[in-house]
T-cell receptor
Framework: EVQLVQSGAEVKKPGESLEISCRAS????????IGWVRQMPGRALEWMGI????????TYNPSFEGQVSISADKFSANAYLHWSSLKASDTALYYC???????????????WGQGTLITVSS | QSALTQPPSASGSPGQSVTISCTGT?????????VSWYQQHPGKAPKLIIY???QRPSGVPDRFSGSKSGNTASLTVSGLQAEDEADYYC???????????FGGGTKLTVL
């Protein structure tokens, strides 16, 4: 089965670091872009960034560049989203997604993980 | 890149049709055919139901249809069923300097 399975919910304190993961299965992980989308309550979904596992090419949404880092391990078929110092405003639901990119155009998302809820509170 | 604008809510009775709008700009919806719609049931991940303005992925009922005029895209759900009650999000390609933009979501209630 083609799927993305994300790591579980986390509760962290401001200033702490965190890495969440996304395990892909059922398709050739290294040859598809994979990315992260943030969903905050009552707000629009937002692209955070995407990575191509075979080459590790990364494109960040400028709004998130420097705030998070995205990586992927093409051998274990895992993608990661890392924060070095969390803020309360990072509290949100984070989705791992497989975007369809054709000739450099990110045209839609055909596969979503189940989401990982991150709560940052002192 | 600003979010696309959707009405926060929409509703209809079983069997009726309802249309949800998604307004962007001449830099996204108005310029490209890469408009998508996603359906999200409570506690579930979003699911692609329309791509390239009006195309349906395999398995999506033909009760769901999409269209675009100018800077506004629309999703129409015909023959409403109880299972259609969900949140619906639009998105659009927005050029090579962007990963794309989403709408704020519309909560569809089946009365």
């Amino acid at each position: 089965e083609v799927q993305l399975v994300q790591s579980g919910a986390e509760v962290k304190k401001p200033g702490e670091s965190l890495e969440i993961s996304c395990r892909a299965s059922g398709y050739s992980f290294r040859n598809y872009w994979i990315g992260w989308v943030r969903q905050m309550p009552g707000r629009a979904l937002e692209w955070m960034g995407i990575i191509y596992p075979e080459s590790s090419d990364i494109t960040y949404n400028p709004s998130f560049e420097g705030q998070v880092s995205i990586s992927a391990d093409k051998f274990s078929a895992n993608a990661y989203l890392h924060w070095s110092s969390l803020k309360a405003s990072d509290t949100a639901l984070y989705y791992c997604v497989r975007p369809i990119v054709i000739q450099g155009l990110l045209i839609n998302i055909d596969l979503w993980g189940q989401g990982t809820l991150i709560t940052v509170s002192s | 890149q600003s979010a696309l604008t959707q009405p926060p809510s929409a509703s209809g009775s079983p069997g009726q049709s309802v249309t949800i709008s998604c307004t962007g700009t001449s830099s996204d919806i108005g310029k490209y055919i890469y408009v998508s719609w996603y359906q999200q049931h409570p506690g579930k991940a979003p699911k692609l139901i329309i791509y390239e303005v009006s195309q349906r992925p395999s398995g999506v009922p033909d009760r769901f249809s999409g269209s675009k005029s100018g800077n506004t895209a629309s999703l129409t759900v015909s023959g409403l069923q109880a299972e259609d009650e969900a949140d619906y999000y639009c998105s659009s390609y927005a050029g090579s300097n962007s990963l794309g933009v989403f709408g704020g979501g519309t909560k569809l209630t089946v009365l």
